[in-house]
């Protein structure tokens, strides 16, 4: 049961720019909590992409980026490229004292 | 370098109890808090379960609440996910991860392979 959602899908052309949302409430995102992405590709277990809402880790290319405004926080993901294609999630901290993931978001380049 | 190594899946029958294990190394297992997150076929990830650094607190999902014990073994360092009473929906690959935090409060940066757990008559 997410309480963190996302759109099922986005695509965009080789070189574009796409962005994900993903959108909480007041118990969650807006409640201050940070928020992280994930990428997973097909048939291999996720990996982190951004973390506190807008760090990169060790090898993540700068191509992608995040942010984070009220209940809500995007993923955006520039110079798209063949290997960016992939689901990504969302994930917070609830205070229900759970963590909570979105619903994920496919990214097709096109 | 950091690795997390889940086995223990399999076929089980509903009502009936599995236990999963997660070998940690490549990092001090007793200085963080741990993860099992779960992905049904074709489905988005679900967060189950979280226990600190050290054991003094244990948090689950709704799904999973009284039904599922997490717990961990600094001496051999090893993180299990106990499976009782499995329900069909319980069907999964079943992921352990580490968290950035003691206490679980952060993200989860390092993720295993995952174990598959199919539960069926």
């Known amino acids: 049961q997410s309480v963190l959602t996302q759109p099922p899908s986005v695509s965009g052309a080789p070189g574009q720019r796409v962005t994900i949302s993903c959108t909480g409430s007041?118990?969650?995102?807006?409640?201050?909590?940070?928020v992280h992405w994930y990428q997973q590709l097909p048939g291999t277990a996720p990996k982190l992409v951004i973390y506190?809402?807008?760090n990169r880790p060790s090898g993540v290319p700068d191509r992608f980026s995040g942010s984070k405004s009220g209940t809500s926080a995007s993923l955006a993901i520039t110079g798209l490229q063949a290997d960016d294609e992939a689901d990504y999630y969302c994930?917070?901290?609830?205070?229900?004292?759970?963590?909570?993931f979105g619903t994920g978001t496919k990214v097709t380049v096109l | 370098q950091v690795q997390l190594v889940e086995s223990g899946g399999g076929v089980v029958q509903p009502g009936r109890s599995l236990r999963l294990s997660c070998a940690a190394s490549?990092?001090?297992?007793?200085?963080?808090?741990m993860h099992w997150v779960r992905q049904a076929p074709g489905k988005g990830l679900e967060w189950v379960a979280v226990?600190?650094?050290?054991?003094?607190?244990?948090y689950y999902g709704d799904s999973v609440k009284g039904r599922f014990t997490i717990s961990r073994d600094k001496s051999k360092n090893t993180l299990y996910l106990q499976m009782d009473s499995l329900r069909v929906e319980d069907t999964a690959a079943y992921y352990c991860?580490?968290?950035?935090?003691?206490?679980?409060?952060?993200?989860?940066?390092?993720w295993g392979q995952g174990t598959l757990v199919t539960v069926s008559s």
């Open positions: 991860a580490r968290d950035r935090d003691s206490s679980g409060h952060l993200f989860l940066d390092h």
């Open positions: 007041s118990s969650n995102i807006g409640a201050g909590y940070d």
């Open positions: 994930q917070s901290y609830d205070s229900s004292l759970r963590h909570v």
């Open positions: 226990i600190w650094y050290d054991e003094r607190n244990k």
């Open positions: 506190v809402n807008s």
């Open positions: 490549g990092f001090s297992f007793s200085t963080y808090a």
